[in-house]
Each structure stands twice: as structure tokens, then as C-alpha cells.
């Protein structure tokens, strides 16, 4: 079965703390990955999309990398302002159409200042 | 560019009631997809449609339905409500066609069944 787990649950940085977090894929194939982040009442923000193992992408303070079997999130000098849920998303090769993600649980990531 | 817009934003509901959600995509967005998200189980996927058709379906109980208008808005509903229904719904648009998984969130529904 198509599974997505995300690690740790929770996390708790000081600022400028570098840290990663971790997301493990059991897919039949793998069409893309997906990084969103989510603030406390509201809805997810598109982060990055990875298709391919070795593939890495960069926005701001944030680094997404992917292997055969999983993703890092790399937070370098995290701000306060990164606090958020960081959710991992997988699409898998099916037949037809089929467009569905599965979604990881998350991980709730603060910074202290 | 305006962004997703779901309403209402809060709600409350008594076990038997039923419920209709709406949401408006971005503006050139001819998919919606509907999640549930709860702490216990994240984000859950309903369905999605594409210029006015069902694309795909999550699973859900017949309780949970759609449909999406000719200006690609989309509603929800809920029939039946129990317990465990109350969530926050979650509509997502994307162009349809290309990546599926970069959607564009709106702020959600948060429903909570008495």
C-alpha cells in the first residue's frame, strides 16, 4: 500500500538552528513529491515539487532534496517566521488518470527567537 | 490575483443535519479538489473535478458529494452529518492539467457536528 510518513512529529529549533526534516515514501512509483507548509488556520502553501532522485530545489532558507526513498526539508538559519507545519505530499505512477496525492501527517516545526 | 475563497469559514451542525460548502478557484483554474483534514488522520482526499466532470474520488461514504459549475466553482455537501464529520475542509485549484500536485489552498471550512 501507498504510504507517506513524515518525521519528526515535532520540532523545536532556536534561531539559527539548522536542522532537516524527513519524508519517507513506500510507492509502486513515483511521479512527483511535494513540499507545502501550513500555518495555523489556514491552508497549505505550495512549497516545491521533486520528480526525481538527486534532484534538489532552493527557496530562501529552505532546501528540498530526493532519493529513491525519501525527502529532506532543509531549514539553514531558521527564523522565527518559519514556524509552521511542513507537509509532505506523493503522487504514484497509476493507471489512467488517476491525479490523487497521499499526504504525510506532518511535522509542526517552531523556532524560538 | 485573487486567491481561492471558501465559505463559510466557520460553521456548526447538529448529527443528522446537512451541510454545503463552496469554494471559487483562482481565476483560470478549471480543477477543484476537496480534502478533510483532521489531526488524527491529515489531510484526506474527497474528490476532484475538472471542467465539470468527477476526475477522481477518495474514500469517502456516498454522504460526501460535489459538483462543480460551468464558472468552475465547486460546492460540497454533506449529508447525514455525524461525529466524526467535523474537520476542516480544505478546496484546492490548480490549472488541471500538467503537475497535479501543485495546488493552491483555499483557507478552509471548519466544520463542527454537535
Known amino acids: 500500500e501507498d504510504q507517506v510518513t513524515q518525521s519528526p512529529e515535532a520540532l523545536r529549533l532556536q534561531e539559527g538552528e539548522s536542522s532537516s526534516l524527513n519524508c519517507s515514501y513506500t510507492?509502486?512509483?513515483?511521479?512527483?513529491l511535494f513540499w507545502y507548509r501550513q500555518d495555523p488556520g489556514k491552508g497549505p502553501e505550495f512549497l516545491f515539487t521533486l520528480y526525481s532522485a538527486g534532484e534538489e530545489k532552493e527557496k530562501e532558507r529552505l532546501k528540498a532534496t530526493l532519493t529513491k526513498k525519501e525527502s529532506f526539508l532543509h531549514i539553514t538559519a531558521p527564523k522565527p517566521e518559519d514556524s509552521a507545519t511542513y507537509l509532505c505530499a506523493v503522487q504514484a505512477i497509476r493507471a489512467g488518470n488517476n491525479r490523487k496525492l497521499i499526504w504525510g501527517l506532518g511535522t509542526s516545526l517552531a523556532v524560538n527567537p | 490575483k485573487a486567491g481561492v475563497t471558501q465559505t463559510p469559514r466557520y460553521l456548526i451542525k447538529t448529527r443528522g443535519q446537512q451541510v454545503t460548502l463552496s469554494c471559487s478557484p483562482i481565476s483560470g483554474h478549471r480543477s477543484v479538489s476537496w480534502y478533510q483534514q483532521t489531526p488524527g488522520q491529515g489531510l484526506q482526499f474527497l474528490f476532484e473535478?475538472?471542467?465539470?466532470?468527477?476526475?477522481n474520488k477518495g474514500n469517502f461514504p456516498g454522504r460526501f458529494s460535489g459538483r462543480q459549475f460551468s464558472n468552475s466553482r465547486s460546492e460540497m455537501n454533506v449529508s447525514t452529518l455525524e461525529l466524526g464529520d467535523s474537520a476542516l475542509y480544505l478546496c484546492a485549484s490548480s490549472a488541471g492539467q500538467g503537475v497535479p500536485g501543485e495546488l493552491f489552498f483555499g483557507e478552509g471550512s471548519r466544520l463542527t457536528v454537535l
Open positions: 473535478y475538472f471542467s465539470e466532470t468527477q476526475r
Open positions: 510507492v509502486s512509483g513515483l511521479r512527483g
